[in-house]
């Protein structure tokens, strides 16, 4: 039987009752405050997003995500319009409705002492709270694990068909709204599979959780209409920014959920450190500690029952995933890993019941609180993307019929959304000479590397003439570019050199300062 885990009382409780109060309240406010401006994958989901609905499927062809999301900021762009904190409230909408859902699934796992634990945790999280804040969808699939959990509980314990439908509905959605869900999904099966399995040979056949199953089968029947689009996605978009993955990057994933993920630190700061320890502490405790005394933890290695599934289940996806990622080149992010971050902290929450001393689980708690609501803070001012820089020299300075240019194509979107007038000057990008609203991620890897940097340099050069000014929006070291963004610039130097111009600095990259720096460099053909 699991351990009884002591009531606050007194003064204690009520000091807890007003800091849980305090920490919601600062953690909603978090959720949609930050004064970065949109990088390109949030830019790049608002273009497509604003599509009309019939070109939204083409588009994510080319680009490799799901579609669910994609449609549900399409009808909010309706209702509120595209400014950025426009696009990004929907994300912390959804992740507001997040909290309560989350204080259900605590509460079903290991009644109300996981239940507000696991509140207090979400509310101050710094990778909940940078999602609330992104116009992905991240957010989404964080909401939707959660109700996957509670109706996958509901359904094993009592197969209605009310309850199989919710499996069902949920199952898809979160297939719709992020590709590793394919893993989670999997994960799932696999158990409910094992636990057939279990209670069959321990006789209890009225225990088998035959519907649960079949609910989540027939939500993998609804992804089928999806099904070509994600095969072409498969064998023609991947991850081509990014290296392929190692069975390190299960580790990472996990203390991915630590720090704001949109920091630009090489190194973690003193607060994940400690909200790290703290997670992996009670992540153990969960899985194998029983609580005997206020004292005394006592570990099972034949692991605790209430964290057997759940801890499957995370741990499996993101094996899954690597394993996944190193046949197909695919790249692992700890955003990826958002399918299994409420389950994760759910089992965070529940290590801290191990802790019987009241005390000494409020002060565990209240630290990992702490560090995680300081970590979220710095998500207020960290700058995402350098394109507020560069698109307000443009609007300062680029006249009509001006060329723009970017190397590479991936700095486009996030500057052109910041342009006054995009019309009025001649946009191209490179590898693909096209415009930079959206990027073409159709065997991205390949176009780069057969792009010529002096073809391209020379034919934006003699069409910007002798009348206007080129403007190059460039980034060195992309992934799979060398040193061609390089090339262009020196390119178009010496040309402007030779017709009697040059070039001049506008903006310079500062990669200590934004998670997407940029340069721009003005060339003039002609001298004064």
């Known amino acids: 039987m699991p351990e009884e885990v ?34 390109l994958d949030e830019a790049l989901t608002v273009d497509i997003a604003r ?84 116009s992905r969808m991240y957010a989404l699939v964080i909401l939707l ?53 279990r209670t069959r040979r321990r006789g209890h056949p009225e225990d088998v959780p035959w519907a649960a199953l079949i609910g989540v089968a027939a939500g993998c029947l609804l992804f089928v209409p999806w099904l070509p689009t994600f095969l072409f996605q498969t064998q023609h978009t991947g991850t081509p920014w990014a290296k392929p993955p190692s069975l390190s990057a299960v580790i990472d994933a996990l203390t991915g959920f630590t720090d704001d993920p949109g920091s630009v630190l090489k190194t973690a700061t003193n607060q994940s450190r400690l909200l790290a320890v703290i997670y992996f502490c009670m992540l153990a405790l969960a899985v194998f500690g029983v609580g005997r005394s206020g004292r ?8 605790r029952p209430r964290a057997r599934g759940i801890g499957f289940v995370v741990l499996g996806t993101l094996f899954a995933a690597i394993v996944g990622g190193l046949l ?5 992010s700890s955003r990826y ?12 929450a529940l290590g801290t019941t191990t802790l019987l001393n009241p005390k000494a689980r409020v002060i565990v708690v209240a630290l990992a609180v702490a560090a995680g609501l300081v970590s979220s803070a710095q998500n207020v001012t960290t700058q995402r993307t350098q394109a507020n820089a560069v698109a307000a020299a443009l609007n300062a300075e680029a006249q009509p019929g001006d060329v723009i240019a970017f190397c590479p194509d991936q700095l486009g979107p996030s500057v052109y959304r910041q342009l006054q007038d995009p019309s009025q000057y001649h946009l191209i990008t ?13 065997d991205y890897a390949d176009t780069v590397g057969a792009a010529d940097p002096n073809a391209f340099a020379g034919a934006v050069f003699q069409q910007t003439g002798t009348t206007h000014h080129l ?58």
């Open 328 to 332: 197909t080149a695919s790249a692992v």
């Open 337 to 348: 890993a958002a399918v299994v971050f409420l389950p994760f902290l759910l089992l965070v």
């Open 6 to 39: 002591p009531a606050l009382s007194g003064r204690t409780r009520t000091v807890v009752a007003v800091g849980v109060g305090l920490v919601v309240a600062v953690g909603l406010i978090l959720r949609f405050w930050t004064r970065s401006g949109l990088w």
């Open 430 to 442: 490179f590898p693909r000479r096209s415009g930079p609203q959206i990027v073409d991620w159709v």
């Open 471 to 528: 403007w190059l929006v460039w980034y060195s070291m992309y992934r799979k570019y060398q040193t061609k963004c390089e090339t262009i610039e020196s390119d178009l130097l010496a040309a402007a050199t030779k017709a009697g111009g040059g070039g001049r600095t506008v903006v310079t990259g500062h990669e200590l300062l934004y998670y997407e720096p940029m340069n721009l460099t003005e060339f003039s053909t002609s001298g004064p």
């Open 51 to 134: 599509l009309p609905l019939h070109d939204i499927p083409n588009a994510l062809k080319h680009d490799g995500a799901p579609p669910l999301y994609y449609y549900l900021l399409h009808f909010w762009i309706v209702l509120f319009g595209q400014s950025n904190v426009a696009v990004r409230s929907l994300s912390g909408v959804i992740a507001v409705l997040t909290l309560p859902v989350a204080w259900l699934c605590g509460n079903r796992l290991g009644g109300r002492a996981v239940a507000w634990t696991m509140l207090v945790l979400l509310a101050s999280a710094p990778f909940a709270v940078y999602f609330a804040t992104e």
């Open 145 to 197: 694990t959660g109700c996957g959990f509670l109706a996958l509980r509901r359904a094993v314990t009592s197969p209605r068909p009310g309850n199989l439908i919710a499996v069902a509905i949920v199952t898809a959605a979160l297939l719709y709204a992020q590709y590793w869900s394919i893993y989670l999904v999997g994960m799932v099966g696999i158990w409910l599979v094992a636990s057939i399995v």
């Open 296 to 303: 005394v933890i006592e570990l099972d290695l034949r692991t």
